[in-house]
C-alpha cells in the first residue's frame, strides 16, 4: 500500500496548459465558439462540411470512444478525436504544432492519430473504395470517350512515391532511386479523377514492374481475373478491341495495358506520337487526381512523420476522402467541392513517379497498341491532335 502511494505521488502532475483544454482548447473556442457558425471557414479548416464530418463520426465514433476511468474522468470526446486527425490531413502540422493548439500533449495526439486513421480505413473503404467486382466499367468507359476521347478505357494507372520520414530499424527497405525514404501508392484512376482500386505499402527501394507485379491488381490483371469488360466495336468504326487500362514507361505493355511508345519511335513516326498524345491526354487524370489528392490534403506537401502501418492507413483514408468530395457526397450544390488548380505548384520533392521501364510485353498488347494508333490517325481522329 506504502509503495502505491509512493508511485502516485512520484507522478509528474499534469500541467495546467493541459488542464484548461475544455477551455482554452482549439475545440472549444475556435471550432466549437466560431466555425459551427460559418459553413465556408468550417470547410477550410476542415477540408469537409460540418454534415459530412457528422456522417464521419457517426461511423467511427464507437471505435475510438474511450469510457472514464479512475485515472481518467473525462475522456477526449470521439468528435475531438476526429477534428484533431482531420485537421493534421488537412494541414500536415507537426503533433507538436498541434499540441500547443488543441491542448492535447504531442504524444496522445500521435496515438489519436493512429486509432482514428485504422478506425476511418474500416469504415470508409467499404463506402469510398469498394472492390472492384463492383464498379461497372462499360459505363467507365463511356465516360472516358465522352470526356477524354479514349474508347475502351475504363481505367487510367500510375504510381508514386510517398515520401516520409526514415523509420527506425528499417535500414534501406524504404530509400528510393531519388534517394529519400518512400512509400508507394500505386492507383487506378477513373475520368473523373476518382481512385477506383489502389495498393499501398510497397518498400520505397522496390522496382517499378515488381510492385506492380506483386499488387493485386496487377496480378487480377495478368491472370485474368480483373472483369475486363467483353471486347467491343470502337466508335464509328468495324474494329473490335479489348478494353484496356492507360499507363505510362513504367508499366508492362499488355492486352489490357496501354503504354506510349518511345521517344525514339514517337520521333521517327508521326503516327506513333499522335498516339502517345491521346494515350497521354487519357493517362493525365491520375495526375490531375493526385495533384487534386495533395492540394486538399496537405499532409502530402512534407515528408509524413509517422510509422509506416499508420501511413498506410493515413493515404487510402485520405484516398477515400477525396472519393467522398469528388461524389460531392452530402454536398448541398450537388458538385465536388474542388477541381483540380493547374496554378499551384506541383509537388516534385514529396509525390514522385515511380521509376521508369516497365519490363516484358506480351506480342498481343503489341498488336492491340498497333490498331488504337490506326484508329487514331483514321475514323477516330480529332482536328486538335494535328497541331502537335
Same mark, same amino acid.
Given at each position: 500500500?506504502?509503495?502505491?502511494?509512493?508511485?502516485?505521488?512520484?507522478?509528474?502532475?499534469?500541467?495546467?496548459?493541459?488542464?484548461?483544454?475544455?477551455?482554452?482548447?482549439?475545440?472549444?473556442?475556435?471550432?466549437?465558439?466560431?466555425?459551427?457558425?460559418?459553413?465556408?471557414?468550417?470547410?477550410?479548416?476542415?477540408?469537409?462540411?460540418?454534415?459530412?464530418?457528422?456522417?464521419?463520426?457517426?461511423?467511427?465514433?464507437?471505435?475510438?470512444?474511450? /469510457?472514464?476511468?479512475?485515472?481518467?474522468?473525462?475522456?477526449?470526446?470521439?468528435?475531438?478525436?476526429?477534428?484533431?486527425?482531420?485537421?493534421?490531413?488537412?494541414?500536415?502540422?507537426?503533433?507538436?504544432?498541434?499540441?500547443?493548439?488543441?491542448?492535447?500533449?504531442?504524444?496522445?495526439?500521435?496515438?489519436?492519430?493512429?486509432?482514428?486513421?485504422?478506425?476511418?480505413?474500416?469504415?470508409?473503404?467499404?463506402?469510398?473504395? /469498394?472492390?472492384?467486382?463492383?464498379?461497372?466499367?462499360?459505363?467507365?468507359?463511356?465516360?472516358?470517350?465522352?470526356?477524354?476521347?479514349?474508347?475502351?478505357?475504363?481505367?487510367?494507372?500510375?504510381?508514386?512515391?510517398?515520401?516520409?520520414?526514415?523509420?527506425?530499424?528499417?535500414?534501406?527497405?524504404?530509400?528510393?532511386?531519388?534517394? @529519400?525514404?518512400?512509400?508507394?501508392?500505386?492507383?487506378?484512376?477513373?475520368?473523373?479523377?476518382?481512385?477506383?482500386?489502389?495498393?499501398?505499402?510497397?518498400?520505397?527501394?522496390?522496382?517499378?514492374?515488381?510492385?506492380?507485379?506483386?499488387?493485386?491488381?496487377?496480378?487480377?490483371?495478368?491472370?485474368?481475373?480483373?472483369?475486363?469488360?467483353?471486347?467491343?466495336?470502337?466508335?464509328?468504326?468495324?474494329?473490335?478491341?479489348?478494353?484496356?487500362?492507360?499507363?505510362?514507361?513504367?508499366?508492362?505493355?499488355?492486352?489490357?495495358?496501354?503504354?506510349? @511508345?518511345?521517344?525514339?519511335?514517337?520521333?521517327?513516326?508521326?503516327?506513333?506520337?499522335?498516339?502517345?498524345?491521346?494515350?497521354?491526354?487519357?493517362?493525365?487524370?491520375?495526375?490531375?487526381?493526385?495533384?487534386?489528392?495533395?492540394?486538399?490534403?496537405?499532409?502530402?506537401?512534407?515528408?509524413?512523420?509517422?510509422?509506416?502501418?499508420?501511413?498506410?492507413?493515413?493515404?487510402?483514408?485520405?484516398?477515400?476522402?477525396?472519393?467522398?468530395?469528388?461524389?460531392?457526397?452530402?454536398?448541398?450544390?450537388?458538385?465536388?467541392?474542388?477541381?483540380?488548380?493547374?496554378?499551384?505548384?506541383?509537388?516534385?520533392?514529396?509525390?514522385?513517379?515511380?521509376?521508369?521501364?516497365?519490363?516484358?510485353?506480351?506480342?498481343?498488347?503489341?498488336?492491340?497498341?498497333?490498331? @488504337?494508333?490506326?484508329?487514331?490517325?483514321?475514323?477516330?481522329?480529332?482536328?486538335?491532335?494535328?497541331?502537335?
Amino acid at each position: 500500500m506504502y509503495n502505491n502511494r509512493l508511485e502516485i505521488n512520484k507522478r509528474k502532475s499534469i500541467d495546467s496548459f493541459f488542464t484548461t483544454r475544455e477551455d482554452e482548447g482549439f475545440y472549444e473556442i475556435l471550432i466549437n465558439g466560431h466555425l459551427h457558425n460559418s459553413k465556408p471557414k468550417f470547410r477550410e479548416f476542415f477540408r469537409i462540411n460540418y454534415d459530412q464530418f457528422m456522417f464521419i463520426l457517426s461511423l467511427v465514433k464507437d471505435d475510438i470512444t474511450l /469510457p472514464p476511468s479512475r485515472r481518467v474522468k473525462k475522456p477526449i470526446q470521439p468528435d475531438e478525436k476526429l477534428a484533431v486527425t482531420l485537421r493534421y490531413l488537412a494541414t500536415g502540422e507537426s503533433f507538436r504544432s498541434l499540441s500547443f493548439a488543441f491542448r492535447i500533449s504531442h504524444s496522445y495526439i500521435s496515438l489519436i492519430v493512429k486509432k482514428t486513421l485504422s478506425a476511418l480505413k474500416k469504415h470508409l473503404t467499404p463506402i469510398f473504395l /469498394p472492390d472492384i467486382s463492383t464498379v461497372d466499367f462499360n459505363v467507365k468507359a463511356s465516360e472516358f470517350w465522352t470526356k477524354w476521347n479514349f474508347p475502351n478505357c475504363i481505367l487510367a494507372i500510375d504510381g508514386k512515391h510517398v515520401r516520409i520520414r526514415s523509420p527506425n530499424n528499417t535500414g534501406s527497405l524504404f530509400f528510393n532511386y531519388k534517394d @529519400y525514404f518512400s512509400i508507394v501508392l500505386l492507383a487506378m484512376v477513373d475520368a473523373n479523377y476518382k481512385f477506383i482500386a489502389v495498393d499501398i505499402g510497397s518498400f520505397g527501394r522496390e522496382g517499378d514492374s515488381g510492385i506492380f507485379l506483386k499488387s493485386n491488381m496487377g496480378q487480377k490483371i495478368l491472370d485474368g481475373s480483373f472483369g475486363f469488360p467483353e471486347a467491343k466495336k470502337l466508335p464509328g468504326s468495324s474494329t473490335i478491341l479489348p478494353h484496356v487500362i492507360v499507363g505510362d514507361e513504367a508499366f508492362r505493355l499488355h492486352t489490357h495495358i496501354m503504354k506510349p @511508345y518511345t521517344r525514339q519511335a514517337s520521333k521517327d513516326d508521326k503516327t506513333n506520337s499522335i498516339f502517345n498524345y491521346r494515350l497521354s491526354r487519357a493517362r493525365r487524370v491520375t495526375e490531375n487526381a493526385f495533384g487534386l489528392l495533395s492540394q486538399v490534403f496537405r499532409v502530402f506537401y512534407q515528408p509524413i512523420n509517422i510509422e509506416p502501418s499508420t501511413c498506410d492507413d493515413l493515404i487510402t483514408v485520405a484516398c477515400c476522402l477525396h472519393n467522398m468530395l469528388r461524389d460531392a457526397y452530402l454536398e448541398e450544390n450537388g458538385r465536388a467541392f474542388r477541381e483540380f488548380d493547374s496554378r499551384e505548384p506541383v509537388l516534385i520533392n514529396n509525390i514522385i513517379p515511380i521509376a521508369r521501364g516497365g519490363g516484358f510485353a506480351n506480342a498481343e498488347g503489341f498488336d492491340v497498341r498497333e490498331t @488504337y494508333k490506326d484508329f487514331f490517325t483514321n475514323e477516330g481522329a480529332v482536328s486538335w491532335q494535328n497541331n502537335l
